[in-house]
């Protein structure tokens, strides 16, 4: 019995996303040896929304949602590469780039999880759900713990100042307040050490 077209497209699509392996990302691992890619980002993302999930500002929220928001979010990268959080001017095209790899890559899958996974997507990017105000706030607080346990390599490769890393990161509070306190306190301790400067 030959495979159905349906698992033939589910298989396609998981061969195709493998290529997110290879999207290298600014963040250095935390032994500094190599640059961090989406795929362990988008795991260590999952790990972390599991074990904060209860520093959230909002209450009773869909886990599995966020999982799945975690898994897929960075998929689009595969055709539009990882845009960098401070890079201002990359930022501006970052949707309209996102949204025509999403076109192809989740045009991959069978047409209900084509639309169930892209709506997903699609909810992430909006950032206005409750579970993807979180599911942002962890996005961020991530490579915030990266660039701390690095010695605040990658900011310093790129001229990134403890400013810049407070205004880009301040929507940490909006999904909790409680987690951006202690982001507040990794940005202090990296100036006091030298490894974030002011200005």
């Known amino acids: 019995m030959s495979p159905s077209n349906?698992?033939?497209?589910?298989?396609?699509?998981?061969?195709?996303v493998d290529k997110v392996k290879n999207v290298f990302r600014r963040s250095y691992i935390s032994d500094q040896s190599r640059h961090?890619?989406?795929a362990e980002h988008s795991w260590h993302f999952c790990l972390m929304a599991m074990i904060l999930i209860e520093h959230s500002n909002q209450p009773d929220l869909d886990l599995l949602k966020v999982l799945k928001m975690a898994i897929i979010h960075d998929i689009?990268?595969?055709?539009?590469?990882?845009?960098?959080?401070?890079?201002?001017?990359?930022?501006?095209?970052?949707?309209?780039?996102?949204?025509?790899?999403a076109d192809r890559i989740?045009?991959?899958?069978?047409?209900?999880?084509?639309?169930?996974?892209?709506?997903?997507?699609?909810?992430?990017?909006?950032?206005?759900?409750?579970?993807?105000?979180?599911?942002?706030?962890?996005?961020?607080?991530?490579?915030?713990?990266?660039?701390?346990?690095?010695?605040?390599?990658?900011w310093n490769d790129h001229g990134i100042t403890a400013e810049d890393v407070r205004r880009v990161n301040s929507r940490?509070?909006?999904?909790?307040?409680?987690?951006?306190?202690?982001?507040?306190?990794?940005i202090e301790e990296c100036v006091e050490k030298g490894w974030l400067l002011l200005k």
């Open 106 to 154: 989740f045009g991959m899958l069978p047409e209900d999880q084509e639309r169930a996974y892209r709506e997903i997507w699609e909810e992430f990017e909006a950032g206005k759900s409750k579970e993807a105000i979180f599911a942002k706030t962890i996005d961020r607080m991530h490579p915030m713990l990266l660039n701390y346990l690095a010695e605040g390599k990658a």
């Open 6 to 16: 349906r698992l033939r497209q589910q298989i396609a699509f998981i061969a195709e």
């Open 172 to 186: 940490i509070e909006s999904g909790s307040q409680e987690l951006w306190q202690f982001a507040e306190s990794l």
């Open 36 to 38: 961090e890619n989406d």
């Open 76 to 101: 689009v990268e595969i055709d539009a590469g990882d845009t960098y959080i401070y890079d201002e001017e990359a930022k501006k095209s970052q949707y309209e780039k996102e949204s025509q790899a």
